[in-house]
C-alpha cells in the first residue's frame, strides 16, 4: 500500500519562498513518478510540476514554470517542490500523488495515490 504525505504548508508573506515536501512510502516497481497539484479555494485542482523518479527531467505548468522547481531525493523517498516570490494567488491546498503513467500528464486522473494535502497561505 502506498502512503503519500506532504509537508511544510504555512503562512508566508508575498514575495517570500517555501519548500514543501512530500514523502512517499511503499511505492511500487511500476511507480513512474510525482506530480504535485493544488487547489484554491473554490477552484478545481490543477496540475502545478511533475517529476520521474528516474532521472531528474521535470514537467511544470505554465505558471509555475520559472517559479517553482520541483526535485527528489530518491534515497528518502521524498520529493520536493520549492516555491518562489510567492503571490496572494498562490494560496491553496497544495497535494502531491503518484503516477504509473509514462508520458508526462498533468490530469488529476492520471495520478494514483494522493496525500491529504498542506495549507499554503500568501497573505500580508
Known amino acids: 500500500q502506498v502512503d503519500v504525505v506532504e509537508s511544510g504548508g504555512r503562512v508566508v508573506q508575498p514575495g517570500d519562498s517555501l519548500k514543501l515536501s512530500c514523502v512517499v512510502s511503499?511505492?511500487?516497481?511500476?511507480?513512474?513518478?510525482v506530480g504535485w497539484f493544488r487547489q484554491r479555494p473554490a477552484k478545481e485542482r490543477e496540475f502545478v510540476a511533475a517529476i520521474r523518479w528516474s532521472g531528474s527531467s521535470a514537467y511544470y505548468s505554465r505558471g509555475a514554470r520559472g517559479r517553482f522547481t520541483i526535485s527528489h531525493d530518491r534515497d528518502k523517498d521524498t520529493v520536493y517542490l520549492e516555491m518562489n516570490a510567492l503571490k496572494p494567488e498562490d494560496t491553496a491546498v497544495y497535494y502531491c500523488a503518484t503516477t504509473e503513467k509514462e508520458l508526462w500528464s498533468s490530469l488529476p486522473s492520471d495520478y494514483d495515490s494522493w496525500g491529504q494535502g498542506t495549507q499554503v497561505t500568501v497573505s500580508s
Open positions: 511503499g511505492r511500487s516497481e511500476s511507480s513512474i513518478g
